[in-house]
Every structure is written in C-alpha cells, then in structure tokens.
C-alpha cells in the first residue's frame, strides 16, 4: 500500500506540475483545461495506450482548447512516443521500493544511473499496456536489483499503469497548449510589426504627396517670375 500510495501521490504531484506550466507558460485557466481534457484523460485511463487515445488527443486541442492543427498534428503523435513522463517517474519509484525490499542501498551514482535509464527508456516506450513492467527489468539490471522482485508489484501494476497513462496524456496536451502559445505569439509579434510598418509607409504616402504639390507651385511660381 506505501508503494501504491507513493506512485499515486508522485503521478498527482506531476499533473499539479502540469497545471501551474500551463497557468503560468500558457496563461491558461487550469480549471477550464481540466473540464477540456477531461474525455482524453478517461480514455487513456480505460485503455492505458496513449496511441490508442491518440485521435481524440487531437480533436479535443483543436475544437476545445483551440489549438491550430499544424501544432496539434505534430506534437501529439510525437508526444504519444517520447513524453512517458508518468511512466519515467513510476519507474524510478519502483526501482528505489525495490532496492529497499531486497536491502541494497543506492549511492548517488546509482540514482543518477536510474535517473538517466528512466528516461532514456520512456523515450522510446511504445504506447502499449503493460510494457512500462519490460522497461523496469532493464533498470533493475543496471543498478543490481534482482528482476525478480517484479513479481511483488505486478499485481497492483495495472491500476498504476492507468494514472500513468493518464498523466502521460494530460503532459502532450499541455505541450500542445504551451507550443500553440509561443508560436501564436512569435506569428503575432511579426503581425504586428508589418502591420506598423504598412500604417508608417501609408501616413508617410499624403505628406510626400504634398511636398511634391508645394515644390511644383513653387517652380510654377518662379518659373512666372522670370517670364515677367
């Protein structure tokens, strides 16, 4: 139960995280984001498969977080293999429970091995249920840790790989929302500066026009005087 309970409130940690970059980055309502992700997050947790979840990721941004297609269609495939943040931090968890159990202490460059294992290995952890179990065994060998100590958190894995399923989902979305922020505004930024520009050469056109009516009234002029 302190292994589950720990998963649990680590995974809640991280969507918290996930929350405050998109109130502070996004500069937008996690409340609302919540209620707009809310289908997405209840499918990936039934199905524990980011890439099955994968099509309603996309219409979810589009129509109600209003995210432009291009963005949407890039970073949610890309998002679905390579942000297993959920299943990079269960793994890390499990690998130190395990550690305790079989009484094998961690130094510090242990913990920077699981570390960067972790996520090296979530990187490129296809979208499937159940294959966060396969990535932990090739953790556990790297830092000494019996594989078999697996078989003691097997069976409460499957309600874990859910949350983390959940969580993994709710990050692509969130990086959906902070990108279609960044590159709306750098579009916008532009926008505005050809759009000052265009409104300078415009009030510059009516003086120009008039300089060139003052200098030919004063040429017609001269040019009378020295007629008379």
Do not use: H
């Not at 809640?12 to 707009?36: H, Q």
């Not at 499957?158 to 949350?163: F, G, N």
């Not at 279609?180 to 009030?203: C, F, L, S």
């Amino acid at each position: 139960m302190v292994y589950v309970g720990t998963v649990l409130a680590s995974l809640l940690l991280l969507m918290c995280l996930n929350l405050l970059i998109v109130t502070v980055i996004a500069r937008y309502n996690p409340f609302e984001f919540l209620k707009a992700i809310r289908d997405v997050m209840l499918l990936a947790f039934s199905t524990s498969s980011s890439a099955a979840v994968m099509p309603l990721s996309i219409k979810t941004a589009e129509e109600k977080l209003g995210i432009r297609a291009s963005i949407s269609q890039f970073v949610i495939p890309l998002g679905a293999t390579v942000n297993m943040n959920g299943t990079a931090l269960y793994q890390g968890v499990a690998t130190v429970f395990l550690a305790e159990v079989f009484g094998i202490n961690l130094g510090p460059f242990q913990f920077l091995v699981v570390m960067v294992m972790a996520v090296a290995a979530s990187i490129g952890t296809p979208s499937i249920p159940g294959v966060g179990i396969i990535v932990l065994a090739l953790i556990l060998n790297s830092v000494g840790i019996p594989t078999s100590g697996i078989a003691l958190i097997m069976g409460v894995d499957r309600i874990l790989d859910m949350t983390r399923t959940a969580v993994n989902v709710a990050g692509d979305l969130v990086a959906c929302k902070v990108m279609d922020r960044w590159v709306g505004g750098k579009v916008k930024e532009k926008a505005d500066k050809v759009e000052k520009i265009a409104e300078t050469k415009v009030e510059k056109a009516p003086e120009e026009k008039n300089e060139d009516k003052v200098k030919a009234n004063k040429d017609i002029t001269a040019s009378e005087s020295s007629n008379i």
